[in-house]
């Protein structure tokens, strides 16, 4: 307990030194940082490969293993995430609104950092250099606990960032991980809200749900991935399977790939054969109901499977006799996460986007986009699902507050 509070005071330390650093001198320190991963790419893939063979030992699955793994082209995606968040425009110091009152009060809302932001996560190591961009460039000093399983790989890659921010003359407490392994710290870090100003859980389910459910600190729910794929009867089928293949199989470890397919049935005698062809090149298995049994030849779904987030070759198939039937079934079992229409009718595609709940819609698009990196806020803190401040991917905005600036002449209130 007594390293928890330390690490918390050195963070409230630390945030006010970020808050007083120049965009320049911040900008100059994440393009350093960015190098310094690529010039200590090979201690970083060392230590990786203790967590690899770790984790392969104990039977993880090939979609966490996919997580967990780093290689020379996912450092340098790392280094890159750093320097495109340093080519964004600051969000610190903005004017949001200007309010002139009838006294001559003249009040600015202007954006602030947080402060302390804690991100609890599993094992994706790639999230210990986007949390430390992002927290940086937005003035907020950054506490990780990362999982178990990317211990090795977390420490190194916050061993060369320290480092390089040391080389800068910046604080090094801008970034500090749990090295700490036990599960009872993770209860401790929730109740560090004299330091902790904001803490952002990015896992599955469980993790997720224990810390809304266990922190005293406010949290943002970082949900996870049920993913649909609607193909409307006036769809292009064309697009349609390019973009299932695409959202299915490019990477089945992430929250944003496809898990279910909706299909109207107008459509499913000329879609459903060369889709279920297509994905079983990826050994992908397909789960249906009844009416996508009778078309080709799959494992009949249960109720469980439609709201399941499978992270694995597998993928829920339901048919429906209206964009309404759709609509429906994905607001009953989606995540409220990233949905998609496949269609090319207007009236069904704004229908779509106005009526499913989910933190991002397409029509047309795989929902493998929903990324900060793809939507071009740099690397990513997470993936809102709440609406409350922040929904949908997670950039430098989000990682701010406000405060109101007040210039008056020597005003009193009567």
Do not use: W
């Not at 406010?218 to 390019?242: R, S």
């Not at 597998?314 to 429906?328: G, H, L, N, P, Y």
Request: hydrophobic share 35%.
């Amino acid at each position: 307990m007594e390293r928890l509070d330390q690490l918390g005071k050195n963070a409230s330390t630390a945030k006010y030194e970020l808050q007083k650093m120049s965009k320049s001198s911040k900008n100059e320190v994440l393009n350093t940082a960015a190098q310094a991963l690529i010039r200590g790419s090979s201690f970083i893939l060392e230590e990786n490969k203790k967590d690899i063979a770790r984790g392969e030992e104990k039977g993880m699955h090939p979609g966490l293993i996919d997580r967990l793994r780093l290689t020379d082209e996912r450092i340098k995606g790392m280094a890159q995430g750093l320097m495109q968040v340093a080519e964004l425009p600051d969000p610190v110091g903005e004017v949001m609104e200007t309010i002139e009152r009838p006294n001559g009060l003249k009040i600015e809302k202007r954006r602030v950092p947080i402060g302390v932001i804690g991100i609890i996560y599993e094992s994706r190591p790639n999230v210990t250099a986007d949390a430390f961009g992002l927290c940086f460039k937005s003035g907020n000093a950054v506490i990780l606990k990362g999982g178990s399983d990317a211990i090795c790989s977390n420490m190194a890659i916050t061993k060369v960032i320290r480092e390089s921010l040391k080389d800068s003359g910046i604080t090094e407490n801008a970034i500090q991980l749990i090295e700490s392994t036990d599960r009872a710290v993770v209860q401790e870090f929730m109740r560090l809200k004299e330091y902790v100003d904001l803490l952002i859980p990015r896992g599955g389910a469980g993790l997720i749900k224990s810390v809304v459910e266990n922190s005293i600190i406010p949290v943002i729910e970082t949900g996870t991935g049920n993913c649909h794929i609607y193909v409307d009867e006036y769809a292009d089928l064309e697009k349609a399977l390019a973009i299932i293949i695409n959202a299915k199989t490019q990477r089945i470890g992430v929250c944003n790939a496809c898990e279910s397919l909706v299909i109207h049935e107008a459509v499913k005698e000329r879609l459903l054969p060369g889709l279920a062809k297509a994905l079983r090149k990826y050994q992908v298995e397909i789960r249906g109901d009844e009416s996508t049994q009778k078309v080709i030849d799959c494992i009949p779904a249960t109720e469980e499977d439609y709201g399941m987030e499978y992270l694995d070759y597998i993928i829920s198939m339901k048919t429906v006799s209206s964009i309404d039937e759709a609509i429906s079934h994905i607001n009953r079992y989606n995540t409220r996460h990233s949905e998609a229409i496949i269609t090319q009718k207007k009236e069904n595609a704004e229908k779509f986007l106005n009526e499913v709940d989910a933190a991002c819609v397409y029509v047309n698009a795989s929902t493998r986009f929903t990324d900060g990196f793809e939507f071009g806020f740099g690397a990513e803190i997470g993936i809102s699902t709440q609406k409350l401040h922040a929904r949908g991917p997670m950039g430098l905005k989000e990682l701010t507050s406000y405060k109101y600036a007040v210039r008056g002449d020597g005003q009193v209130r009567p």
